[in-house]
């Protein structure tokens, strides 16, 4: 509405940015301040027409083959949570010695399967199972997050495990 060439309607859409800054506490000012504060995020593309028209001064024509190679993988950063984790598994048996996180996956259903629910066994869900499954038979590798939350029924397991057998002795 801000690039209409019929006066009216840029008007009404100055207006409108006016009153939604107004709601959340600021005015133009601190629009244009905030703007004017902003870093580049992308460089701006060139004009397709003008690159296709072999104009001297213009840069590359457009292709998107180039955007998308230039494009952050899913999830953006290497440790977003969304992101595919650069670790290959975790210490389970003893410290030092990782294991793939098919045997982490498959340690976890081994111990939570063996202990008893009073002492804290058997509480994985269904659709913790069907991740853990996936990992373990290598549908899919785990994300951060997974790895993350792996870490976790590793610890609760263990704790189950010295629960039960702390249970057994006395």
Request: with cysteine.
């Amino acid at each position: 509405m801000l690039a209409s060439d019929k006066d009216g309607e840029v008007i009404a859409a100055a207006r409108a940015i006016a009153r939604t800054l107004t709601t959340a506490g600021t005015d133009l000012h601190d629009l244009a301040d905030t703007l004017n504060r902003m870093q580049t995020v992308a460089e701006p593309r060139p004009n397709r027409d003008a690159a296709s028209n072999g104009d001297a001064g213009s840069a590359a024509p457009w292709n998107y083959a180039n955007e998308f190679q230039q494009a952050e993988p899913v999830g953006g950063a290497p440790d977003h949570p969304d992101a595919m984790t650069r670790k290959f598994g975790l210490p389970i048996f003893r410290q030092g010695a990782i294991g793939s996180w098919q045997e982490v996956c498959q340690h976890c259903f081994t111990l939570n399967r063996s202990i008893a629910r009073k002492h804290g066994g058997r509480f994985l869900r269904d659709f913790e199972v069907k991740i853990l499954t996936d990992i373990m038979t290598g549908k899919r590798w785990p994300t951060n997050a997974n790895a993350s939350w792996i870490e976790t029924v590793v610890a609760r397991c263990y704790q189950a495990r010295d629960l039960a057998a702390e249970a057994k002795a006395g």
